[in-house]
């Protein structure tokens, strides 16, 4: 079942001097791991943002639907704040609020009004799913920026967890992490599909290979291939997407 | 533009040994029929000698691929290759042991009469040879257009057999004092039987480094 849906998807900055994403159809399917995939300024992040109307906010236009749960969110009814606590979007470096760490995951729920009885619940709940619990459940009031960078990421996913997303939007979670910190998420990755059904962008072929389901290759806008990661690895369709992902594209 | 210069230049030099190899395997198959048919022992002793040069290039192929595993990462058709190339230097690895076990049995024939004319036996060394060639050539071309038929090709190697099998069967029951030379002709037979179906794996593996899809040739 598709949870996310595109037709003729066009995103242009700046007075539509750049054409950032070019008639982008795909079925994004609920419950499993979706990773886009290809060189860089290539839309990837555009795509992203265009899942829960991001783009906007740097001046984006966009053209064509985006149909999630059955709903466009374009259609000029969408309540963009529901649409972003149902979308949430982990990004490349995390960026925790200077604030302690209770107060980073229970910041969402607040504003969306959960009651302060429920709050400790809430926020024990989304650092166990973001397999951080264990590391700072003595440490609850200390400031969020002093932790490592990997586990500084992992309360960014607690953070988006905790507003009880459908969706979580990853872009290029791992970047700035060590190999250690890299594979707790990806394990995290594998754990949460379960309840929620993700979209990550990396440029590491081999994180896609091993963390996702579907892949997505991107080529100046244009989405090139989609399919299954196990036969998109191993015998791409296009030639295009052949070339890249072996390294032969410069 | 190309990146990954060097890695691209490993895969190459992969694909020259896994050629040279499968060369030398063809060249070992078809002077152990050579060295039958002219009774040439010395032909057949260095057959025997030059095993081991196969057997340190599998090696060493193995190696390498290992290497460009562990180290590059490869995807698509350049994992499909390597994967190839992994798999295809075991049978060319055993058509060049097949070989030296011809050249010991004709080693052991010297110059004992053969109880009948070699007619079949040098037909299904020919076709088994040109079924090498054709890997070869389609391993290096990446084109598939030349193994494709290989079920049938087989087919005809492994019906010779069964006529060749016939034969000798019929001559040791009738000439019990043939029965040594019969045997031994009917282990060439079947080694090269054998041989033919290495090919087919070859083959099938061939296919699937060119085109991503698993097809079965026997
Ligand atoms: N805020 C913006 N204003 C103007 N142009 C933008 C903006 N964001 C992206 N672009 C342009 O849109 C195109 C796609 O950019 P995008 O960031 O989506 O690529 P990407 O695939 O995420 O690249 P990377 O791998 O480098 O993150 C590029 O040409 C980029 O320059
Ligand atoms: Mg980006």
Known sequence: MSTIETRELNVYYGDEKVHALKNVEIKIEK????AL??????????FLRSLNRLNELLG???KGKVIIDGKDIYDGKEDVIQLRKRVGMVFQHPNPFPMSIYDNVAYGPRIHGVKKKELNGLVEESLRKAALWDEVKDR?????????GGQQQRLCIARALAVNPEIILFDEPCSAL???STAKIEALLRELKHEYTIVIVTHNMQQAARVSDFTAFFLMGELIEFGETKELFERPRDKRTEDYITGRFG | MAVRKEYIEDLEELKEKVLRMGELAKVAADNAIKALLQRDMELASKILKENSVIDDLEFEIENRCTRLIALQQPMAVDLRTIGTCMKIITDLDRISDLAGDIAEIVLQIADEPHVKPLIDIPRMS???????SDCLNAFSEREIRMIEDFSERDNVIDA???QVRRELMTIMIENPRGIRNASHLLFVALHLERIGDHACNIASRIIYMVTGEKRKLE
């Not at chain 1, 995939?37 to 990837?44: D, H, N, R, T, V």
């Not at chain 1, 609850?140 to 490592?148: D, N, P, T, V």
């Not at chain 2, 020919?126 to 090498?132: D, N």
Request: charged content about 20%; aromatic content about 6%; glycine content about 10%.
């Open chain 1, 60 to 62: 984006a236009t966009t």
């Open chain 1, 31 to 34: 419950n499993k791991v979706t």
């Open chain 1, 178 to 180: 060590d190999p250690v």
């Open chain 1, 37 to 46: 995939i290809g060189p860089s300024g290539c839309g990837k992040t555009t």
């Open chain 2, 126 to 132: 020919e076709l088994s040879q040109g079924m090498i």
């Open chain 1, 140 to 148: 609850m009031q200390e400031i969020a920026l002093k932790f490592s």
């Open chain 2, 160 to 162: 010779l057999f069964d």
